[in-house]
Structures are given as structure tokens and as C-alpha cells.
């Protein structure tokens, strides 16, 4: 069934046989089922376990994906360029949050890019609940960055507490949230559950949903103007408006910018889509065995844009636009860096800078995959979305 993908070492089957050890007695406990959410939040984030908690590389050629910071320069350029004008909107006690640095690659160009913008914040922090993380972004920005613009770098174990001006950056994070999935079976609303077979194996399950997953099916039902058929699966995330709010946190006057893979709410509940979105990431392969070899590979759903933009909102925030990754960046400048760059480099790095554009933005690659959406709060974030917005989709 797996053929084609490469067998972990013996020790990372170690690894991922004591997790799902660990999992198998947390299911027990709980009298035989546990919900998939729970089990997506340990095999990614159970201390010392989960994939993002583990030391294993995640990113680049030697990890499992690649994601756009990790390409070269240009993403995290044109980002920096979209947030320059809010940073120097809102002053000199700006700060940025970063959700998940990921290898330290977004948060290295960005904070180059702001300096040449003269569009430095106070302070830029990173919140990185993964402590091997976090020992390779300081690493990694320590080496690279002007030891003046370092020393505004900072790490947090949660969101700021206090109220606070500036920006907040997200990419590829949302689609990590451990999610409830459902099932629809006789009109009726189930939470998924992971259970175990005679064997030990886990298998899915189902259990009557809760309040909060029923009634957010329901919201989702008549949204679309439609049931969900019978034994039609899917992901939905409740708890998203409280997580917005969470990571805004105080967040006075500033903007919120997301960048993810996902779906009007409209495509994401096609009927055709009858088993979500649901998919697992293993040395740069996809397929659909979320079970297996629990620790050593990434899980992720899409996001529904239309509940970001819910989320959003209702947090008291403005919706400053939506497009796909592609207009976002070019809208931002990304082909004058691209020229800015190839004026600094030789042949070979000229064409690699192309080869990073064309993935970037190319509607085959990332440039339709991935989607951006802003939200703003007292500044303006609107210029940012200049080209190709698709407010209107949602």
C-alpha cells in the first residue's frame, strides 16, 4: 500500500512506535475512541514526540515539504514590502509576531527587507511552541542578521499579553490546527474518532458530535443553502474565531496577513469532496494514511477562507483582502526583486531565481494553490491587495 514511500530508519520507527504506544493507551483511557483532533494535536505537538516537537529536519530537499520561505528570497521580500507601510502606519513601538518561524528563512529576509524599507519594528517575535525549532531559527538569525536588527528578535511561548500595535504573520499554520472532521449519517452530525481494531491498529470511528461541531455543521449547511448527504466526511475548525482572538491577543491597531492552501467555503464543501481534505506529508510525497507512522510525518487539512474571514471579522478586525498567492505577490513587487536580484548574482543563480518565481506564482504550482488573506484594524492594508482580489468568492 505504501511502496512508494521510502521506510523511515530504525530508530525513527522507534520513535514513532513509542508515540503510538503512547496513543494507544490514551484511547484505551478514554474508553475505547478517541476524537481525530486530539489525535492530529499529539502525532504533530506531543512534547518530545510529535512531528513538530521532535528533532527530525521538516523543511527543504532533506525534510518532508517545502514551503515558500524555504525557496530563496522573493516570498518573504514581497511580504516584507506588503507589511512595511503598516509598520511605519502604526510607529516606532511596531512589533511583528511571526506564527511559526519555521526554519528562521521567512523571519532572516523579512527583517533584511524592513530595514531597507526603513520599516524596522520595535521588536519581532516569533512564537514557536517547538523547542529544536527554535534552537535553529536563533541559530540561523544569530549568523545572518545585523547584530543591532537581532537583538530586537524574540521568542515566546504564547501570544503577547499586553495590548500591542503592529502586524502578525502567518504562513502555512492554520492548515496545522488539530481538527475536528465529521460525519453525516442519517441527517444527523458525528465528531470522528480514532479507535483501535483487534489487532491494535488504529481505525476511524465515530461518536455523537457536541454542540460546537453540530451546530457549526449546521452554520456550515445553511451557508450553502444545502444538507450535507449522507455519509459525507469532513474537515471544520469551531474552534477557529477563538484562536484568531487568542493570537491577536491585544492587538490594537495593526494587521493580521495568513497565507495558507485552501478553499472558498463554497469549493472546500463540494459535493464530490466527500472525504475532506485530509493528507499526509512524507519526504516530499502526499498520500492519505494519516495513521501511519505517527510522529515521523506532517498531517494538514485546507483552510476554509470563508471562515477565516468569519473568524476574522468577528474578532472586530476589517477584512482587507483576499487573492491567491500569485496576485498577492506580484502585486507587491515580487518581479522587481526578482530584477534586483538577478543583478546581484550569476548565471546559475539567475536561473533559480526564475525557477523559485515561476513556483511561486505560476497557477500549476503555488501561485493559485496557496491563498493570502489581511485583516486590518485602524491602518491600511488595502494596497496590499491590490491586484486580483477575491473578496467577492467568498
Known amino acids: 500500500m505504501h511502496s512508494d514511500l521510502p521506510l523511515p530508519e530504525s530508530d525513527a520507527l522507534a520513535h514513532s512506535e513509542q508515540l503510538a504506544a503512547h496513543l494507544r493507551a490514551e484511547i484505551l483511557a478514554q474508553g475505547g475512541a478517541m476524537p481525530f483532533s486530539r489525535f492530529m494535536e499529539l502525532v504533530l505537538y506531543a512534547p518530545g514526540w510529535g512531528y513538530y516537537s521532535a528533532g527530525a529536519s521538516k523543511f527543504g530537499a532533506a525534510g518532508d515539504f517545502v514551503t515558500a520561505p524555504e525557496m530563496g528570497t522573493l516570498f518573504a521580500a514581497a511580504t516584507a514590502n506588503a507589511l512595511a507601510p503598516v509598520v511605519r502606519e502604526v510607529g516606532p513601538q511596531a512589533r511583528v509576531l511571526e506564527l511559526g518561524g519555521g526554519s528562521g528563512a521567512f523571519a532572516e529576509v523579512a527583517l533584511g527587507r524592513l530595514a531597507e524599507l526603513d520599516a524596522l519594528p520595535a521588536r519581532y517575535a516569533i512564537l514557536e511552541p517547538s523547542a529544536d525549532l527554535r534552537q535553529r531559527q ?97 474537515e471544520l475548525l469551531p474552534q477557529l474565531p477563538y484562536w484568531i482572538q487568542a493570537v491577536a491577543g491585544g492587538l490594537r491597531r495593526g494587521a493580521m496577513l495568513f497565507v495558507d492552501y485552501g478553499y472558498t467555503r463554497a469549493e472546500f464543501y463540494q459535493d464530490d469532496r466527500r472525504d475532506g481534505t485530509l493528507r499526509a506529508f512524507y519526504r516530499h510525497r502526499v498520500h492519505n494514511d494519516v495513521y501511519l507512522w505517527p510522529g515521523l510525518q506532517d498531517i494538514t487539512a485546507s483552510v476554509d477562507f470563508t471562515a477565516l474571514a468569519e473568524a476574522g471579522t468577528g474578532a472586530g478586525f476589517d477584512l482587507a483582502g483576499y487573492c491567491h498567492q500569485a496576485g498577492f505577490l506580484l502585486g507587491n513587487g ?36 496557496f491563498q493570502v488573506m489581511g485583516f486590518s484594524r485602524d491602518v491600511d492594508l488595502s494596497a496590499a491587495f491590490a491586484m486580483g482580489d477575491l473578496t467577492w468568492r467568498l
Open 138 to 234: 536563533r541559530q540561523r538569525l544569530q549568523d545572518a542578521l545585523d547584530p543591532a536588527v537581532f537583538a530586537r528578535v524574540e521568542w515566546l511561548d504564547r501570544p503577547f499579553e499586553d495590548e500591542w500595535d503592529g502586524a502578525l504573520f502567518a504562513n502555512e499554520v492554520i492548515d496545522a490546527l488539530p481538527t475536528p472532521r465529521f460525519l453525516v449519517d442519517e441527517g444527523e452530525v458525528y465528531e470522528e474518532t480514532v479507535e483501535l481494531d483487534g489487532e491494535g491498529r488504529f481505525v476511524r470511528g465515530a461518536q455523537p458530535a457536541d454542540m460546537l461541531l453540530s451546530a457549526a455543521v449546521r452554520h456550515v449547511e445553511r451557508y450553502l443553502e444545502r444538507p450535507f448527504a449522507d455519509g459525507y466526511r469532513s
Open 334 to 369: 515580487i518581479a522587481g526583486l526578482l530584477e534586483e536580484a538577478d543583478e546581484r548574482t550569476d548565471e546559475v543563480g539567475r536561473v533559480r531565481l526564475r525557477e523559485q518565481f515561476k513556483r511561486l506564482t505560476l497557477p500549476t504550482e503555488m501561485g493559485e494553490r
